[in-house]
């Protein structure tokens, strides 16, 4: 158990639809990074933040967006879902931007 | 641009033998580090190992080694006795953490390895 803690673990949607993707880090980590991991793409990186701010950008589409709350607990929203946007969807958090990575178990998403 | 290949997809070798996952990066950088994941079947991202672009030191743990060879751009993983709990896709990754705002995770496409029982 890596300490980070992400819901639902499944998640069946319809095309045009939006979800919400949540994360909690581990004790004491400052940065949240939340990854898309796809057969087509591999493992991507999408947005960070440290302490409540955004820090990096990745290849995250508009139609997706993130934050990170006070509590450091962090929320990916995804909208206008397409069949591509398919994919195992995790977060990961670190004490600061120099230490490794935790992962959750990841957030599956369908889009049917 | 950051780049990690793993030129391998897929291993299979019987239990008990050793193996060796090999990955090679690209980065403009001095200072960056690297790291090994383990994914299992059920899906979660583990992490194994993250090493510094100033610790060329080849690293063990238990059945675990990594050998860091900055002069070819490698950060290899050896697998000794392996087992069928080794059965998983392997993924190695590089960060350029040193700048603010490159601390992401770049990974390469994995090593999906079998163990033969």
């Known amino acids: 158990d890596s300490g980070v803690t992400q819901t639902p673990k499944h998640l069946i949607t319809a095309t045009g639809q939006r979800v919400t993707l949540r994360c909690s880090p581990r004790?004491?980590?400052?940065?949240v990074y939340w990854y898309q991991q796809s057969l087509d793409q591999g493992l991507q990186f999408l947005i960070q933040?440290?302490?409540?701010?955004?820090?990096a950008k990745g290849n995250i589409l508009e139609r997706f967006s993130a934050q990170q709350f006070p509590d450091l607990h962090s929320e990916l929203n995804l909208s206008s879902l397409e069949l591509g946007d398919s994919a195992l969807y995790f977060c990961?958090?670190?004490?600061?931007?120099?230490?490794?990575?935790?992962f959750g178990p990841g957030t599956r998403l369908t889009v049917t | 641009a950051q780049k990690v290949t793993q030129a391998q997809t897929e291993i299979s070798v019987v239990e008990k033998e050793d193996v060796t996952l090999d990955c090679v990066y690209e980065?403009?950088?001095?200072?960056?580090?690297l790291f090994w994941y383990k994914q299992p079947p059920s899906g979660e991202l583990v992490f194994l190992i993250r090493?510094?672009?100033?610790?060329?030191q080849n690293e063990i743990s238990g059945r675990y080694s990594w050998n860091f060879q900055k002069s070819t751009s490698s950060f290899n993983f050896t697998i000794t006795a392996s087992q069928v709990v080794d059965s998983a896709v392997y993924f190695c990754?590089?960060?350029?953490?040193?700048?603010?705002?490159?601390?992401?995770?770049?990974f390469g496409t994995g090593t999906r390895l079998t163990i033969i029982p």
């Open positions: 990754a590089l960060s350029e953490a040193a700048n603010f705002g490159n601390e992401k995770l770049t």
């Open positions: 090493r510094n672009s100033f610790d060329e």
């Open positions: 004790s004491g980590d400052l940065s």
């Open positions: 980065t403009r950088d001095t200072t960056y580090y």
């Open positions: 990961a958090s670190s004490m600061t931007g120099r230490d490794e990575q935790y």
């Open positions: 933040y440290y302490n409540g701010e955004e820090r």
